[in-house]
């Protein structure tokens, strides 16, 4: 009796809802912090254990980068498609981490550029899927009443990770070596695996009452909002002695999708007097492609790619050229970017809970592109109050801040905008993405988004400053800013 009293208490706490929101928070931190955990260091790993010469550092910067974004972008929806059919979520999360460890591993084995790009490509699909699978984790275990709240909460969290990462990074090369520092993202990595580990999904029983009641609502809709159980128990027994009824519901996919393959009413009966619970897989895009907010959230997380990745293309072979600064200074850039959101998220939140998440965000993306602009100028020579010296690094520093301080009024739009689209839908129509939602396809829209950014802002960065120079290319991304805006 006490052992099952013993088993029964840890379930309770490793099922509750704070511990599975804590375990997903902890794992896209871990994400974020190994995204960037490279970025301040890149630059030595090519020169000291690849041999990369100095004058093609830029270009191999972006092919590095390049190849995370596009594996993300290429598993992305192949990852949304596989986790919306899973009963369980754990497993592919489990998956995930085996990924990043892989990844990390190789990166930091590498001494040909083949093998450092091998790794960031599989670190890139296991993180990316973290994300994906993570975020819908999280919209099934607090319910959509609760998604953006949560959401909003745990992006203070996970943002930390972009944080993290590089000052973890550049300071430890610096002070205690290669392989320590290394050893840091690993172990990283480890308390993750514990974590998920110890983790245990919503139990079988509470699935089946959400799927009980989900089906109740077709059939009795005013039982369910009056909270009937008897009445919901009878019908459902009903249904279940009805032999044509349960063939239906165990059958494959494609009989559940209507002949052409369009949305379905679900208020309309099938031909064989019961409801359709699945729609086609084209028709889950047609929706959300066509309704403007998605298309706005997915815009925004496109912008935030293109400038972050464009920060971590360029800014730390810039500073080390123009101003001879080594890795801990570098990390201490990244540091001015991502500190601000940190400290004003919570403000920015409760600001547009009170007047609208619509004008703070255009003022976030206007300040954005300004200071993109003005983080061109130091060293560029055409302005002669800020070349290289100390005036020129301390504009170059204000101006980094002052993009942190703009990017607390964007971070997480997109995400927030998409969650928003399908909760919408859904409450209208339960069934219109089929039995187990669409957050996941969701959020793989908004990754690959976000990943699109990255595939693109890399390639166009790394060009634009060799070809144009350090000041146009930041130009050029202030501007896709304020294009967002409009």
């Known amino acids: 009796m006490p052992a099952h009293r013993d088993v029964h208490h840890g379930y309770r706490w490793r099922a509750s809802n704070i511990f599975i929101v804590t375990c997903i928070t902890i794992a896209l931190s871990t994400e974020t912090f190994l995204y960037s955990f490279i970025v301040p260091i890149l630059q030595v790993m090519l020169r000291d254990r690849l041999g990369i010469d100095d004058s093609k550092a830029q270009s191999t910067t972006s092919t590095v980068l390049f190849s995370h974004a596009f594996a993300c972008a290429i598993s992305a929806p192949i990852t949304g498609q596989i986790s919306d059919k899973m009963s369980s979520r754990k497993i592919p999360l489990l998956i995930t981490l085996g990924a990043e460890l892989l990844g990390t591993v190789l990166c930091a084995a590498a001494t040909s550029l083949p093998i450092l790009i091998m790794g960031r490509v599989i670190q890139a699909i296991g993180g990316n899927a973290t994300w994906i699978i993570g975020l819908a984790t999280i919209a099934d275990t607090v319910g959509a009443d609760n998604t953006s709240r949560t959401l909003a909460t745990i992006s203070m969290f996970y943002m930390s990770g972009m944080l993290i990462g590089p000052i973890t990074s550049g300071t430890l090369l610096r002070f205690v070596g290669y392989w320590p520092t290394w050893g840091t993202a690993i172990a990283v990595l480890v308390i993750d695996m514990v974590m998920r ?56 996919p494609k009989s559940h999708d209507s002949p052409s393959g369009s949305l379905r009413d ?221």
């Open 266 to 486: 679900p208020d309309v009966p099938s031909e064989t007097g019961v409801r359709k619970h699945t729609v086609s897989q084209p028709s889950f895009y047609r929706v959300l492609l066509t309704n403007p907010r998605a298309l706005t959230g997915m815009a925004c997380h496109l912008t935030a790619g293109l400038v972050l990745t464009s920060l971590d293309t360029t800014l730390p072979l810039h500073v080390t050229r123009e101003f001879g600064w080594d890795t801990s200074r570098v990390s201490l850039m990244f540091l001015l970017v991502q500190t601000p959101f940190l400290i004003l998220g919570p403000l920015t939140g409760w600001l547009k809970d009170r007047i609208g998440s619509r004008v703070p965000t255009g003022i976030g993306y206007v300040s954005s592109g300004v200071m993109m602009w003005i983080l061109g100028i130091p060293g560029s020579g055409l302005f002669s109050f800020a070349g290289a010296g100390d005036s020129g690094k301390l504009l170059y520093a204000a101006s980094l801040l002052g993009l942190g301080i703009a990017r607390s009024l964007t971070t997480g739009a997109g995400i927030l905008e998409m969650t928003t689209v399908i909760r919408d839908l859904q409450a209208d129509n339960p069934e219109i993405f089929g039995p187990k939602g669409g957050y996941s396809r969701g959020y793989s829209l908004t990754n690959m988004s976000w990943t699109a950014g990255m595939l693109i802002g890399p390639v166009l960065s790394g060009w634009l400053t060799e070809t144009a120079g350090y000041y146009y290319m930041n130009l050029t991304f202030g501007k896709s800013n304020n294009l967002t805006f409009y």
């Open 197 to 252: 580990v110890v983790m245990i999904e919503k139990p079988v029983e509470n699935k089946k009452d959400k799927g009980v009641k989900r089906k109740n609502s077709i059939t009795d809709e005013d039982s369910l909002l009056h909270g009937d159980l008897e009445s919901t128990t009878s019908q459902i027994d009903h249904i279940s002695s009805v032999d044509e009824t349960t063939g239906l519901l165990t059958s494959s």
